[in-house]
């Protein structure tokens, strides 16, 4: 069975970083695209950032673009997502899943993704 463990998230000012891990066990890591989503208060998901599992391609939300960055460790079973100059609209619970499918570019949509983690909570606030 597909597990995911995120951690990294917290409370941190505006123009920021955090970096945020997403440990996976029960499954060979590159396998699978991985992708990073998140959820505001009352907001639906969002994705993030994904990277896929074929050539390591990697595709960004407009609004991360520049800002974040995800890359896989497969001798850890981690990715991660590095997160620069965050601003208060950044602000969430940031999860991390594995795509449905094996050895397929990734994509952004959360309705091609299961195996979600608990999610890590990102604060960005002075």
């Known amino acids: 069975q597909l597990q995911f463990v995120e951690s990294g998230g917290g409370l941190v000012q505006p123009g920021g970083s955090l970096r945020l891990s997403c440990a996976a066990s029960g499954f060979t890591l590159d396998y699978y695209a991985i992708g990073w989503f998140r959820q505001a208060p009352g907001k639906e998901h969002e994705g993030v950032s994904c990277?896929?599992?074929?050539?390591?391609?990697?595709y960004y939300a407009d609004s991360v673009k520049g800002r974040f960055t995800i890359s896989r460790d497969n001798a850890k079973n981690t990715v991660y997502l590095q997160m620069n100059s965050l601003k208060p609209e950044d602000t969430a619970v940031y999860y991390c899943a594995a795509d449905r499918v094996q050895f397929r570019l990734c994509v952004l949509s959360p309705y091609e993704y299961d195996s979600w983690g608990q999610g890590t909570q990102v604060t960005v606030s002075s």
């Open positions: 990277i896929s599992s074929l050539d390591d391609s990697t």
